[in-house]
């Protein structure tokens, strides 16, 4: 495993992200604890040190899953633990330390060693993490000794990024959404450069295969990639090479998947992308842009919906459009229990989707052509 610095600590390039666990079939979605073990220990074994996860994964589930394994099987001091303040959640100054201390139950632990202020946006950093004095907050926290290191996850636009970063000095790091086809979106690869070369930050990047979309891209986008990689290496890659880059999150959801990216992150380099390569990656993108119709990652944080729509699976069967044909797109809508003909356009996906999806707009729109 490859190691680079983040707020002083040496941290895995590959962090493992606990927000895509394994879950037990038939039994809600809930965690799979025996596999998540298997997948923690393997990481683990590997030299992966740094486990993310948040109050809201798998419906609140993932960090006492994760606490209970570290502590069952003694790992918690082999391990660096994230997780995020649900800033929404929010509504009094007691809120934040109350959150604070339920997540450190939970993870079954005295201290988180990073902890973010969770998806932050203009609006939420203003009216939220300035109206209630969370930061000041987070820093007595972590004179007690309660978190480590203070930092934010970002979903907005690179102004916003900006405004949040200059408005508080005390950031240690940042984590933000980047990938070959996110360049130029949110803070992309000019707010990666302004966070850690301009302010010192450390850099931690999700959705570094867009919701699994550059894991198994189409056939036309395949063509552009280097031929010596498999699409995920390329994309992992890509970030990599950066050397703001201090760690690339995966979603692992099974042992193969943990195997192939630690074998990809044994052999990683900053800088280590060829001008030629580079420039296929700016060919692939080229041809995504063309062909996406939603730019959904499946992060679920509409979900449930109210309603009943299963808003991810909607839009996957959606974007085959371009990727299959209309026929094919049909074919996987039909299988689909919540369709998009359930929506009432209430708007709470709307108003938590960190892509900001018009989706009680397009919702009308898919049933029309996928439904008919």
């Not at 229990?337 to 009308?364: F, H, W, Y």
């Amino acid at each position: 495993m490859k190691y680079r610095k983040l707020a002083g600590e040496d941290v895995s390039i590959l962090g493992f992200g606990l927000m895509r666990l394994p879950v037990l079939d038939g039994d809600n979605g809930k965690i799979d604890k025996e596999k998540t073990y298997e997948m923690m220990q393997y990481a683990i074994d590997n030299g992966v040190n740094y486990f993310d996860t948040a109050y809201v994964y798998h419906n609140g589930n993932s960090e006492s899953a994760a606490g209970e394994i570290l502590e069952k099987h003694n790992l918690r001091n082999k391990v660096k633990i994230a997780s995020k303040l649900p800033t929404w959640l929010i509504k009094d100054e007691s809120d934040v330390i109350r959150l604070l201390d339920e997540q450190l139950e939970r993870l079954r632990t005295d201290c988180i060693d990073f902890y973010l202020c969770h998806a932050l946006d203009r609006d939420g950093f203003d009216n939220v993490i300035m109206k209630y004095d969370v930061l000041p907050k987070l820093e007595k926290a972590k004179a007690e000794g309660k978190i480590r290191h203070i930092g934010f996850s970002f979903h907005d636009d690179l102004e916003a990024f900006k405004h949040i970063i200059d408005s508080y000095d005390k950031w240690e790091f940042c984590q933000i959404q980047l990938n070959y086809i996110n360049t130029e979106d949110q803070a992309g690869l000019e707010g990666l450069e302004y966070a850690a070369n301009e302010k010192g930050l450390g850099v931690i990047i999700m959705e570094p295969l867009y919701g699994g979309k550059l894991a198994d891209p189409s056939v036309q986008i395949i063509k552009e990639l280097p031929a010596d990689k498999t699409p995920v290496e390329s994309a992992f890659d890509f970030l990599w090479n950066r050397p703001e880059v201090r760690i690339t999150l995966s979603g692992m959801g099974t042992i193969q998947q943990m195997t192939d990216n630690i074998k990809y992150a044994s052999r990683a380099e900053a800088g280590m992308m060829s001008s030629a390569e580079l420039e296929c990656m700016k060919r692939a993108k080229h041809v995504f842009d063309t062909m996406a119709l939603v730019p959904c990652t499946k992060c679920a944080y509409c979900m449930p919906c109210p309603f009943g729509v299963d808003i991810p699976a909607v839009y996957e069967a959606y974007n085959k459009i371009p990727v299959a044909n209309i026929d094919k797109a049909k074919e996987i809508y039909a299988e689909i229990n919540g369709k998009a003909d359930k929506c009432k356009k209430c708007g709470a996906c709307r108003s938590v989707c960190p892509q900001n999806i018009m989706t009680p707009v397009l919702m009308e729109q898919i049933h029309e052509k996928l439904g008919r």
